[in-house]
Structures are given as structure tokens and as C-alpha cells.
């Protein structure tokens, strides 16, 4: 039954033409796509408030909502705007194909169907899809490497500003012993810095060689 995952990548064909719909869920299929339907603008909508395929095949050319108005809307929705649209028409004049990209969309299908023409772009898009996951997922990994970075050297580094200060402010009042002790405690809390430092620059390099060993 279309509609239930079959395989790795979900689709949601957005058309209403039942013979379109027919040649291209019997040509993916093949290819263990996940096949999802949605018969007009409006009908999409309320689909993908329910669940989120990895790409969107829409027609053009459609009562109601067309899919210029549809994939606007698509775009304008935080949890939408970042699914891949490739429009599928006949329309093959450069101001359709413009007014396309204008509104969002990622790539065009032309009518008739070709399957290899098919099979091409939607899996080209999904490759990029992919790679722009593991990509936002990379940086969002840096981002709390950067940030525990941050937290782990605030603590030694405020520790030292305030030896550094205490001396500045304080150096003509205090015995040569008391200098020493504070020179003693700043030398350890640089020492600790610069070996989490170290740690953490190690660990790093270890996950990039052993990622570039897979």
C-alpha cells in the first residue's frame, strides 16, 4: 500500500492526475522508494503536518493551490522549507522553469516521463539532501565542541586573570613569599590550561584520522 515506507528515501508525488500518478509510483517503486500521494496542493499541505519525506515530486499545473502557490507555502513553513521540490510539468519555456526556481524549487521534470530522466534527478537531489543532513549535523557537532572548549578554559583563564590582577594591584604590599605562592598558583593553572588544551586538540585530531580511515 502507497504510503508505507519501503525503502531508505520517502517521496510524496503531489499531482492530480491519476495517470502521472500511476506511471510514476509503478516506475519508483521498483527502486524500494517510500511512495506518498497527495492529489493537490492543499491535500500536501495537510500531509506534511503529519510526516516528512526526504524530497517532494509537484506538479505545476493544478486546481486550487498550483504548485508555484504550493511550494511558496512550503518554504515560508520552518519544518518544510529545507524538503527539495522538483517540479514536474510540461511546461518547457524558461520563464516557467524561472518562476520555479523563484519559488523554490530545486530542479524540473518534463512531461512525458522519461524514467532514467526520473530516476537521475530524484536521486541526485536525495544525495544532496544527504549530504546537507551530515553536513548540519557536522557543524551542530563543532558547535558543542566549541562551546564545551569554551566552558572547560573559562574556569583556569578567570583564574589566572585574577592572580595576574591581585599581583598588579597588590605587588609593592605583599612579601616576597606571598609572590611566590601567587607566581606558584599561576604557573599550575597555566600548566592545567595548556594540558586540556592539549587534550582537546589531541582527542580532535584522533576523530578526524579515524574518520579519514573508514
Known sequence: MYGEKQGKSTILIVDDTPENLKVLISFLKKFEYGI???????????????FTPDIILLDVLM????????????KENPSTRD????FITALSQTVDKVKGFEAGGVDYITKPFQHE???????????????QKELHELNAAKDRLFSIIAHDLKNPFTGILSLVDFLVRSVRELEIDE???????????CKNAYTL????????????VGKECR
Open 117 to 131: 530522466e526520473v530516476l537521475a534527478r530524484v536521486g541526485t537531489h536525495l544525495k544532496l539532501q544527504k549530504m
Open 197 to 208: 588544551l592539549e587534550n582537546l586538540l589531541h582527542r580532535s585530531e584522533e576523530r578526524r
Open 179 to 189: 609572590i611566590e605562592d601567587c607566581l606558584n598558583g599561576l604557573s599550575t593553572t
Open 83 to 86: 524538503i527539495p521540490v522538483i
Open 63 to 74: 486546481p486550487g493551490l498550483d504548485g508555484y502557490e504550493t511550494c511558496r507555502l512550503l
Open 36 to 50: 506518498f500521494v497527495a492529489q493537490n496542493g492543499e491535500d500536501a499541505l495537510k500531509r506534511l503536518e503529519q
